[in-house]
Structure formats: C-alpha cells, structure tokens
C-alpha cells in the first residue's frame, strides 16, 4: 500500500513563501505517470495545483504559475512545491498523489495559511 506523508504547510503572510515536501513510501515516485499537488480550501472542492510527469514535464494551474514549482527527488522518493509570492487565496489543505490520483493515496496533507 503506498503511503504519502505531506509536510512543510504553516502560516505565512502575504507574499511569503513556504516548500512543501511529499515523501513516497512502497512504491517509487518515477514508477508513476506522473505525480501532483493538489489543494483544498474551506468549503470548496479539492483542485489540481501542479503536475510534474516521469519525464520531468511539468503543468500548473492558472492561478499559480509563475509562483509555485514542483519538483522532485527520485533519490530520496520525494516530490515538492516551492510556493512563492503566497496570496491569502492560497490557503488550503494540499496533498500529493498520483496524477490522476487514487483514491487509496491520500494521505493527511498539510495546512497552508496565508494571513497577516
């Protein structure tokens, strides 16, 4: 069973930034498709933020390009977001998992907040 354990969420103020870390277990990161971010705001429906595929091609949804960037380490079975220049709106949940995700993948995900 693969587990994704999601890390490096916090407060933050407006125009911060923060790098967020998923880490892979069970199952190596570059046997997948592809990997992703997603996120989840209060009382809205969980979103695709960012993609990175086996090859290394990377997607990103309208509202953060240009601010976030996804990468990994298939070393360390790792995936991140670098999130930068961080707007209130960005405050959510976020969580790893396959693209497109299983359902049996997600994990607890991390808090970002993005306040003064």
């Known amino acids: 069973q693969v587990q994704l354990v999601e890390s490096g969420g916090g407060l933050v103020q407006p125009g911060g930034s923060l790098r967020l870390s998923c880490v892979a277990s069970?199952?190596?990161?570059?046997?997948?498709?592809?990997m992703a971010w997603y996120r989840q705001a209060p009382g809205k429906q969980r979103e695709l933020v960012a993609i990175?595929?086996?090859?290394?091609?990377?997607n990103y949804t309208d509202s953060v390009k240009g601010r976030f960037t996804i990468s990994r380490d298939i070393a360390k079975n790792t995936v991140y977001l670098q999130m930068m220049s961080l707007k209130p709106e960005d405050t959510a949940v976020y969580y790893c998992?396959?693209?497109?995700?299983?359902?049996?993948?997600w994990g607890q995900g991390t808090q970002v907040t993005v306040s003064s």
């Open positions: 998992n396959r693209w497109p995700y299983v359902s049996n993948y």
């Open positions: 069970s199952r190596s990161i570059s046997s997948f498709s592809a």
């Open positions: 990175i595929t086996r090859e290394g091609n990377t």
